[in-house]
């Protein structure tokens, strides 16, 4: 499964950041995000027991869904990663050995870059998707303008402080799509309102589509 072939089944452009969710409810957080439409989720390594909570979602639900972690910051990280069998990789940086190392073990990778420069160097090492972080201390205007520079291939996303409110804007500025973290998991936060706050989010997003 891949980044394409989830986006090509009509689910939202929508990756679920779920920092500090815990092991224990994992299963059933992402579970909610899921049965929302949202297929696209990670698990930040700065999260407590991240890869046991990795593996937990990626048995429950990687059939449906590409899962993997953010915060990934080694090569050792992305070994682990890959090991558990989830294949989606983001950063908040862009180290080019790590970038060049996950995309060798087969992990979809999405490095964070807040400058052209390292949007190139992403690129040199191997990357196709590149998010900008964080988003709204730059806008869409900002986004848009890196994006005319960059190859026709490359497709950029936004984190960082986006959410169902602003996800229209990103789009209209040349953003694939959007991370989504505190505006859909907080620690806490119930499985319940973790799936109205998807729901509200996928709505957001056939809003902005439809135009």
């Known amino acids: 499964m891949t980044v394409d072939s989830v986006l090509a089944q009509g ?7 779920l920092r500090g969710v815990r092991p224990d409810e994992a299963v059933a957080v992402a579970g909610a995000l899921v049965e929302a439409g949202i297929l696209l989720i990670e ?8 890869f046991d909570s990795i593996r937990a979602i990626q048995a429950a639900h990687g059939g449906r869904a590409l899962i993997g972690a953010g915060t990934v910051l080694t090569t050792e990280a992305a070994s682990a ?28 990778v999405m490095p964070g870059f807040t400058t052209p420069s390292e949007a190139f160097a992403a690129i040199a090492a191997g990357a196709r998707r590149l998010k900008l972080f964080p988003a709204t201390a730059f806008g869409p205007a900002y986004l ?16 960082g402080g986006t959410g169902a409110d602003n ?14 973290g505190g505006a859909l998991f907080r620690p806490g936060d119930s499985v319940a309102a973790v799936a109205d706050k998807a ?11 439809a135009g």
């Open 81 to 108: 990663l890959a090991a558990t069998g989830a294949r989606l990789m983001v950063t908040p940086n862009t180290d080019t050995v790590v970038i060049a190392h996950a995309v060798a073990a087969g992990l979809e």
């Open 11 to 17: 689910a939202p452009p929508v990756v679920a950041i």
């Open 167 to 180: 996800i229209g804007a990103w789009l209209t500025g040349g953003a694939e799509g959007i991370g989504v």
């Open 199 to 209: 729901r509200a989010l996928v709505a957001a997003w056939k809003a902005a589509v």
């Open 144 to 159: 848009k303008a890196v994006g005319e520079v960059l190859p026709k291939h490359v497709r950029l996303w936004a984190v």
């Open 43 to 50: 698990v930040p390594l700065n999260s407590p027991d991240p």
